[in-house]
């Protein structure tokens, strides 16, 4: 029976691929732009953003030879930020965070409000770590996470309220849990399928987003100061890429239909994923920095997206804000019209394929 309906299933894969296949010369013919990029590789302007912006090189640089990057946040280059919390011997991400979401930088009062705030929402309802992400253990942990999204959805009486203050105050709730569900589902995927001993941590109220990340994920829940500060560093430079990339553009899309908060972020989850994405080992640098923290490898795209909920959310909330229409671009069909023969008059391709 298994190997019947495998024959079935690969006789019938190589249908749907030929039926699926598209000449590439038509896109040239009408002016498609595949993968929204044009000819040269550049991306197609599909929207306006205030949040964020990725320059591959500096204004001024000749293309052909550019040189560093530019990451910018609201307006302020990453360089500025990071070295404005580095310096003063302060954690950034929870700055950075306030910088993303409301425009403008928060001065001291605004980000012990801001912080105070996170930490108030760092729980998850009773039951929801024993019913929602132990009973169903995943080895792949951007599943389980968002799954735990989609689960959160039952426990908010406002779930599709679409106000910016609903939708606000669901944002900095999953921006404080993504850590909880992060490192919950890595010790229950190491426990079910690792053989490892499940040692699930509470989160600390007076530790931080990086910090309470590092306690939860150590059986022994012990860190250095250093440690902390780098991944903080990591998560920074991690919550925003701009509008264009595909999970941030994924946001704009969902939201553009309407739906709630956690489907929308689950969408960008499900993006974040994808091997083109996220899910390639997020990049060397961050590899290397998160193996010299002696975080498991199963971790870094979940890591990922614990910076990146913040990036996500400040898009989805733009998106409101300006009211836009359903982001919806045009396909144009190139199959060639045809009649439809009677059942009798047909090959029997199908059936000798079955």
């Known amino acids: 029976m298994e190997s019947s309906v495998s024959e079935w299933l690969g006789s019938f894969s190589d249908r749907v691929r030929a039926a699926g296949r598209v000449d590439s010369s038509l896109y040239e013919k009408y002016d498609v732009k595949r993968g929204l990029r044009d000819i040269s590789g550049k991306g197609v302007l599909a929207g306006l953003t205030t949040i964020g912006e990725v320059q591959a090189h500096a204004p001024g640089d000749d293309p052909a030879h550019p040189g560093p990057g530019r990451l910018i946040y609201r307006g302020l ?22 910088l993303l979401l409301f425009g ?37 942990l951007m599943n389980a996470m ?17 106000d910016l203050s609903n939708v606000l105050r669901q944002s900095l709730s999953l921006m404080a849990v ?23 941590h509470a989160p600390k109220p007076e530790l931080r987003t990086a910090a309470n990340f590092l306690h939860m994920i150590r059986n022994d829940s012990v860190y250095s100061r ?11 430079l991690h919550a925003e890429h701009g509008g264009g990339n595909n999970s941030s553009f994924t946001t704009h899309v969902v939201t553009s239909s309407g739906t709630d908060t956690y489907s929308a972020i689950a969408a960008a989850m499900c993006s974040l994923k994808g091997p083109r994405h996220g899910g390639a080992n997020v990049d060397f640098y961050s590899g290397l920095l998160y193996g010299l923290l002696d975080i498991p490898h199963e971790l870094y795209t979940p890591l990922f997206a614990l910076a990146r909920v913040v990036g996500w959310s400040a898009h989805r909330m733009e998106e409101l804000a300006n009211a836009g229409k359903i982001i919806r671009p045009a396909y144009k069909s190139v199959a060639p019209e045809r009649p439809y023969p009677p059942i009798k008059a047909r090959s029997m391709s199908t059936q000798q394929s079955g």
Do not use: C
């Open 146 to 162: 968002t799954r735990g999204i989609l689960a959160l959805y039952v426990s908010d009486d406002r779930a599709e309220d679409l």
């Open 77 to 98: 280059d990453i360089n500025d930020l990071v070295q404005g919390f580095w310096n003063e011997e302060r954690n950034g991400f929870e700055e950075a965070a306030f």
């Open 226 to 236: 250093l440690e902390e500060r780098l991944l903080d560093l990591a998560l920074v």
């Open 104 to 140: 403008e930088l928060p001065n001291s009062a605004e980000l012990a409000e801001f912080q105070s705030r996170l930490s108030e929402f760092r729980m998850l309802p009773d039951s929801f770590v024993h019913d929602a992400i132990l009973k169903l253990a995943s080895p792949n």
């Open 178 to 200: 993504f850590p909880l569900l992060a490192a919950y589902s890595y010790q229950a995927s190491a426990y079910q399928h690792g053989n490892s001993s499940l040692i699930i």
